[in-house]
């Protein structure tokens, strides 16, 4: 947007800049702590109590327990390979299920949104849902990982509101050219939307990437277990062996306190990789006009 | 509106249809009769069997850091199927999943052959798996297949006949098992030694003691937070100083026994004394404002760093906290001091205590789908025999344990001293049990194994004190209830549960007035504090039955 | 007057109204139109059905003394007994307010917070420094809640660092988190602080998917920035907030446990504990599915009845609804 520099516009542009300034301080702050923690000293860090800026007592060693878990690799495996195929099937299922929403004349779309948004409130719960999933032979499956939650709702919801918001003329002219609907999907509305599907990649990659909830529960095969499983178990255990250590009156290293850092660091820095990637196609300037070209 | 109704309701009783369709699950595989189809009346069995026979052993199995997939890859399964010609199919829960997994097999009708676990998550816990047929009581097979165990029942009576049997006298699981208890109390109060050396006093030994002693930490050596402990009605450094006013609190429904009746600490007229000591402490600072959301990593931490002087420990932290004090202060000392006591004289009997036989762990059933008890039964008893405790204790000879010149057990390099640095209940997870879970008895060399230092040797003498007589007065409340029962206690309890805890943070930080004591002890009688008392004193009674 | 019998036919004509249409007959008019669409939608649907409404024949739990190896059939009927238990706790006009105050602080402040965010990045010109700024700001939503009430408890003690800044700057501490009076500012406000950045990229998408060309066309009309702002930029993300707003308040008699839990202690147990938190206490006792169920059941109702109240008022104020 263009317009004229004034004098309340400039102080605006300070007074907003200061603000994320401040605003990016004490949001660093956590992944600051976490980051030095997890290069900190287990023994020091256990008993210090304050402020944390630099790490205590420079050490690897929580790192080296959770690396050196050859499960920790296969659990990178394992979630790249659900990451990848589940959100693709997501971006798929919900762009479907957002575009047939948000046709403006289409019989059944209110009995179907109305039938989606109840099973954000009642729900089985878990046991009923795990008998269907047995039922319906995915019980140590690995599209276990993929199927269940195809369809985020909320998503969903997300990503109709985007595409109705796209001028009904398009369609339109584009349905008097002789397009079908698969056209209109894939030609007009889906490149419109790349900042609602990068959105939707983000979203769902993250919930992906860090799911294990259904492994847990539906993978019998250890070899088959995402990232995040496999961190939390060393997590819990490790936590579990030192206090059994303490019960036996063993003096062995605590390292219990360092590896939740280390762990967080594992799980979380390559997903924060991805977003600046993600972030150019929240680039404005998308020309509706253009399209119609 | 009403033609959408329509068809609303029509698609949504076909998807009910299909539900109901898809409700319909395998049914089970078997009832309530364990069928026993490998009886052979004439053959003695003993391990090694001679004919093999297949399991399917589920546990809870955690030792992600050593690699190990579930309890079959351990050194110490190997053996045990070496031993004992059983092949074991092993299923695994994994730690993350509190204990829903078993949950979700049962629900799917999947029984396992020997399930290592309590039913503490499964709706109405053991009792009810076995009154529902998942499980079968043990009692009949006991004399002829677990002669070892058996042997064990026989001498211990009440510490574990009793302990572990349920209301209907029902042994459903088999414990683990501790005869050799070196020490009896197993967690009390520390104080820094060195301290009161430089102050030239004596180790506190009354309620008042403890309050000049406290105040000269305060005062005299800097400490801001001289205890170190989180306020909250069931701390156990406090459950120490409600002893001495002849109270238990130790807990979050804190009931226990005067004699052969059952009392309930916050109810009690003399907690109204307890609760003035603590809030005359909480207002001079030597409890800290910030203790309620204290968590033990703080107070171990203030605890080394001389920000606190007194601290609630197990015997062996004495020894790692000590060393850790050292480091910071060559002359740091911990002492173990005795349960306070209100004058000269008196006895504090409420002390913590191990126990000899004990099912909180994972202990060993057996499900009414085995088609082979007798040899299962046997397999339980293995733990208790001689070579069991051996193998679940130390695991495998040259691997995790070697003789020492004594001819005592002790662990090997491997274990102690692993190179990646892992602490050695991890490494031991891959060859033994150790003293964690299970159905068998510690060995009694494991105690040894450890060193004992001697902060350790102090606060055995320290807290045991008493000892003796706290044999001849166990106040632990025991407790023996029907559903049925249960299901009126709780419901009574809980709403009470949340009511003592906030009063008693309110009395002690000054939010609510001492005065209103009495106001407290009606609405306790308005929420059915009484009826409460008297399930307990039944369970009481049905327990010695 | 064969004039005036054809006007009086004519508006006899016009004024007949148009001939009603059967459901089927509109079916099957959509079918002709939309085969592709229902072709389309069949996945979508089947989708729900297999994973959702399927396992939703377990709600009958609620009404059952539920038991996994019993099964949903056989386990024993007890009615409203569940309710009963749940109405007739003594604490229970606390939690449910709880519940409430909490969402209702959330709404007032955390609701528009990332809306005010994306705004204001919208508003700065490079490119550069807005990419820094929001990969900073939601980094904290990765971090887990353990750690970060970490660091809360930390930074909020009575003898921690804010109140350490308050004391140098002579003013009295404040017990953060020991007074039922502050828990729930220091509760949502480190909410906006932990999930403000990641909340705002929904509103950023949006932001980035307003035309240009209405921007334009402002500028040459004479508009200047705040006036730009106002015709342009609120209006083209105002669906979106309208749809956001609905759906939060279907979660207004909603809260977690965790972070409660983490945060919380007896002292502040009057404005702190929800009904998640005290239904979790009572959980540690019993491993009860169906009182769980059972109370999340009527939460759910609660908070679906208020999802259709505002959904019809956003319909009947505006275009925006879910449906």
């Known amino acids: ?293 | 509106m009403s033609k959408k109704l329509k068809l609303i309701s029509l698609v949504l009783s076909v998807a009910v249809m299909i539900s109901l369709l898809g409700g319909c699950v395998v049914p089970a595989q078997n009832s309530n009769q364990p069928s026993d189809l490998s009886s052979t009346t004439d053959e003695k069995l003993a391990f090694p069997l001679k004919e093999q026979i297949t399991l399917r052993y589920f546990a809870t199995f955690g030792a992600t850091g050593t690699g190990l997939n579930n309890n079959g890859e351990t050194e110490l399964f190997k053996e045990l199927e070496r031993r004992t010609n059983i092949k074991f199919e092993h299923i695994n829960a994994p730690t993350a999943d509190e204990g829903q997994t078993l949950n979700l097999m049962l629900a799917a009708r999947d029984v396992p052959d020997i399930i290592e676990d309590n039913f503490g998550k499964y709706p109405g816990g053991i009792n009810k798996a076995k009154a529902e047929g998942i499980i079968i009581a043990l009692n009949d097979y006991l004399e002829e297949y677990a002669p070892n165990f058996n042997k064990l029942l026989k001498e211990y009576p009440e510490d574990i006949g009793k302990e572990i049997s349920t209301v209907n006298g029902e042994y459903l699981n088999l414990p683990y098992v501790n005869t050799d208890l070196q020490v009896l109390t197993i967690r009390g109060l520390s104080v820094r030694g060195d301290w009161l050396d430089e102050l030239g006093m004596d180790a506190p030994v009354t309620i008042d003691d403890w309050y000049k002693m406290l105040t000269a930490f305060k005062e005299q050596k800097g400490a801001e937070r001289p205890l170190a402990l989180k306020l909250e009605i069931q701390s156990g450094f406090l459950g120490c100083i409600s002893g001495a006013y002849g109270i238990f609190t130790r807990n979050k429904a804190p009931f226990y026994l005067d004699g052969d009746t059952i009392k309930f600490g916050p109810y009690e007229a003399v907690y109204k004394d307890y609760l003035q000591t603590l809030h005359k402490w909480y207002s001079e600072g030597l409890i800290s404002k910030d203790s309620p959301m204290s968590t033990v990593a703080q107070q171990e931490a203030d605890f080394v760093n001389g920000k606190s002087g007194a601290i609630e420990v197990s015997a062996v932290a004495n020894t790692r906290l000590s060393l850790q004090g050292k480091e910071l202060k060559p002359t740091f000392q911990m002492r173990p001091v005795p349960y306070p006591v209100l004058k000269e004289g008196d006895k504090n009997l409420f002390l913590y205590t191990g126990k000899i036989s004990s099912l909180s762990g994972k202990c060993l059933c057996i499900s009414s789908t085995n088609k082979h008890v007798k040899e299962s039964v046997m397999f339980l008893d293995y733990g208790y025999t001689p070579e069991g405790s051996v193998l679940y204790s130390f695991g495998i000879e040259g691997e995790s344990y070697q003789k020492n010149a004594d001819g005592k057990l002790e662990f090997t390099d491997k274990v102690v001293n692993d190179p990646d640095d892992r602490p050695y209940t991890e490494v031991l997870m891959k060859y033994a049990r150790g003293s964690s879970w299970g159905s068998y008895t510690l060995h009694p060399d494991f105690g040894a194994a450890m060193s004992l230092s001697e902060e350790q040797r102090e606060s055995n003498r320290a807290w045991n004190i008493h000892a003796e007589d706290y044999i001849k007065n166990k106040n632990s409340a025991k407790n023996k209830m029907t559903d049925d029962q249960n299901a009126q206690y709780t419901d009574i309890i809980t709403p009470i549960r949340t009511y003592i805890a906030e009063m008693f943070l309110k009395f002690v930080s000054g939010q609510e007035p001492l005065s209103n004591f009495d106001q407290y002890i009606q609405k306790l009688k308005d929420m059915r504090i009484e009826e409460a008392i008297l399930l307990r004193q039944l369970g009481y009674y049905q327990y010695l039955q | 007057m064969n004039n005036n019998t054809s006007q009086v036919m004519t508006t006899k004509a016009e004024k007949l109204p148009a001939k009603k249409t059967t459901v089927w007959q509109e079916i099957r008019k959509d079918f002709v139109l939309n085969k592709v669409l229902i072709l389309m939608a069949i996945p979508v649907v089947l989708y729900y059905i297999i994973f959702d409404y399927l396992p939703m024949f377990g709600i009958v739990i609620v009404f059952k003394d539920y038991s996994p190896f019993m099964g949903i059939t056989n386990s024993k009927w007890i009615g409203l007994r569940n309710f009963q238990r749940f109405f007739s706790d003594i604490y229970l006009f606390r939690i449910v307010r709880n519940t409430f105050m909490i969402n209702l602080y959330q709404l007032i402040f955390g609701f528009p917070a990332p809306i005010i965010l994306a705004l204001l990045l919208n508003e700065i010109r490079s490119s550069k420094f807005k990419r820094i700024v929001q990969t900073i700001t939601y980094m904290p939503h990765f971090i887990s809640m353990v750690v970060l009430c970490g660091i809360i408890a930390n930074f909020f003690a009575y003898g921690g660092l804010i109140n350490d800044i308050l004391s140098i700057l002579s003013i009295e501490r404040v017990p953060f988190l020991l007074d039922p009076k502050y828990f729930r500012s220091v509760y949502v406000g480190t909410g906006i602080w932990a999930g403000v950045g990641w909340s705002s990229i929904i509103y950023m998408s949006a932001l980035s998917r307003v035309d240009q060309a209405l921007y334009e066309a402002a500028e040459i009309d004479g508009a200047g920035r705040w006036r730009q702002f106002i015709s342009v930029t609120l209006p083209g993300i105002m669906p979106m907030i309208v749809i956001m707003l609905i759906l939060r308040i279907g979660k207004m008699m909603a809260e977690g446990s965790q972070k409660i839990i983490l945060l919380y202690n007896p002292l502040t147990y009057e404005t702190a504990d929800v009904i998640s938190s005290y239904v979790y206490r009572r959980g540690m006792q019993e491993a009860n599915f169906s009182y769980s169920a059972a109370v999340g059941l009527t939460n759910s109702l609660v908070n679906v009845s208020l999802l259709v109240l505002a959904n019809t008022v956003s319909r009947k104020v505006n275009e925006t609804s879910l449906w």
Do not use: C
């Not at chain 1, 039938?115 to 039922?135: A, D, E, Q, S």
């Not at chain 1, 369609?171 to 894939?186: N, Q, R, V, Y």
């Open chain 1, 1 to 293: 947007m263009k317009y004229k520099r004034t004098i309340g516009s400039t102080i605006f542009d300070v007074t907003n800049h200061t603000l994320m300034f401040m605003l990016m301080l004490i949001t660093l702050y956590p992944i600051w702590y976490v980051l030095v923690a997890s290069f900190s000293d287990s023994a020091t860090l256990e008993y210090y109590t304050g402020l944390l800026v630099t790490p205590l007592g420079f050490s690897t060693e929580a790192y080296r327990a959770v690396m050196n878990n050859p499960k920790v690799w296969l659990g990178y495996k394992n979630t790249l390979i659900y990451v990848t195929t589940g959100t693709a099937v997501n971006i798929m299922m919900t762009s479907i299920g957002a575009y047939v929403l948000s046709r403006r004349k289409f019989f059944w779309k209110n009995i179907i949104m109305k039938g989606i948004i109840v099973t954000m409130y009642f729900g089985g719960g878990l046991i009923p849902t795990y008998l269907v999933m047995r039922n319906i032979g995915l019980y140590n499956n690995l599209w276990v990982m993929i199927l269940p939650g195809a369809i985020g709702t909320w998503n969903l919801i997300i990503m109709r509101t985007s595409f109705m918001s796209i001028p009904y003329e398009l369609e339109e002219s584009a349905k008097l050219d002789g397009a079908s609907d698969w056209t209109i999907l894939f030609k007009i509305v889906l490149p419109l939307s790349l900042p609602v599907i990068a959105v939707m990649i983000l979203y769902y990659g993250v919930g992906r990437w860090n799911g294990w909830f259904n492994a847990m529960i539906y993978l019998r095969d250890e070899r088959k277990y995402p990232l995040q499983l496999i961190l939390k178990s060393i997590l819990i255990e490790n936590q579990t062996a030192a206090m059994a250590a303490e019960e036996a009156g063993i003096e062995k290293n605590k390292v219990a306190e360092t590896i939740k850092y280390a762990t967080i660091m594992v799980a979380t820095v390559p997903i924060l990789m991805v977003y600046p990637f993600l972030q150019k196609y929240f680039v404005k300037g998308v020309m509706i006009g253009a399209l119609k070209g």
